[in-house]
């Protein structure tokens, strides 16, 4: 079993819509998480962290539950430009901090 | 201006060969890391190094060898290329718990 374990997609939705991905993990070490974008064929880069008070960035809301050891990420209002593979991620902070990448969920936004 | 960045972009070489990967960050970050995203997309760690000093070394075979010149750089040399090999290698810097990604060097082997 993944550490980190996302639904790879595609979710296909239309401009405007609101769309949620889900995410899970095993270590319950983690400590930091965070979500990121990958578009295609370019390096991830970081979209946002993860609190367990919920963190929101315009459009964008991240929510952590501990007790579940489950993220979440809702984007509302889709772009065309939110068209992306969106990475969830889990750390063990620390010294080494080491990131744990889950494989990514591919969204494309239609016109 | 280029944050982290890494050379070359693409890599084509035949197996058996020795090639090498440059990375450079101009973030005045502390901790470098090398990962390589395979076929299937997968994102993992392969190396990590703070200050040169090297402080994760996941299961990677011996024909990887990283080496930090200063904590500005993290080079990978990889000896007796495989096939196996072939995967785009992201270097990323990190001060605290950011990650920041270098553009990615694209290596076939053939």
């Known amino acids: 079993r993944k550490e980190v374990e996302q639904d790879p997609g595609p979710f296909n939705v239309p401009e405007g819509a609101t769309v949620a991905f889900n995410c899970t993990y095993s270590?319950?070490?983690?400590?930091?998480f965070f979500w990121y974008r990958q578009d295609c064929r370019k390096e991830p880069k970081l979209l946002m962290s993860?609190?367990?008070s919920g963190n929101e960035d315009g459009r964008f809301t991240a929510q952590l539950n501990r007790a579940s050891q489950y993220i979440s990420l809702l984007i509302r209002d889709s772009k065309l430009s939110d068209s992306a593979t969106y990475l969830c991620?889990?750390?063990?902070?620390?010294?080494?901090?080491?990131?744990?990448f889950g494989t990514g969920t591919l969204l494309a936004v239609q016109p | 201006d280029t944050a982290v960045s890494q050379t070359p972009k693409y890599l084509v070489t035949q197996m058996g060969n020795d090639k090498s990967i440059k990375c450079e960050q101009n973030?005045?970050?502390?901790?470098m890391y090398w990962y390589k995203q395979d076929s299937k997309k997968f994102l993992k760690i392969m190396f990590s190094?703070?200050?040169?000093?090297?402080?994760i070394n996941e299961t990677v075979p011996n024909r990887f060898s990283p080496k930090s010149p200063d904590k500005a750089h993290l080079n990978l040399h990889i000896n007796s290329l495989e096939l196996g090999d072939s995967a785009v290698y992201f270097c990323?810097?990190?001060?605290?718990?950011?990650?920041?990604f270098g553009p990615g060097t694209r290596l076939t082997v053939t």
């Open positions: 973030l005045g970050h502390d901790t």
């Open positions: 270590n319950s070490a983690s400590q930091s």
């Open positions: 990323a810097s990190s001060q605290e718990r950011m990650q920041y």
């Open positions: 991620v889990a750390s063990y902070g620390g010294a080494t901090n080491k990131l744990i």
């Open positions: 190094y703070n200050n040169k000093e090297l402080i």
């Open positions: 993860v609190y367990s």
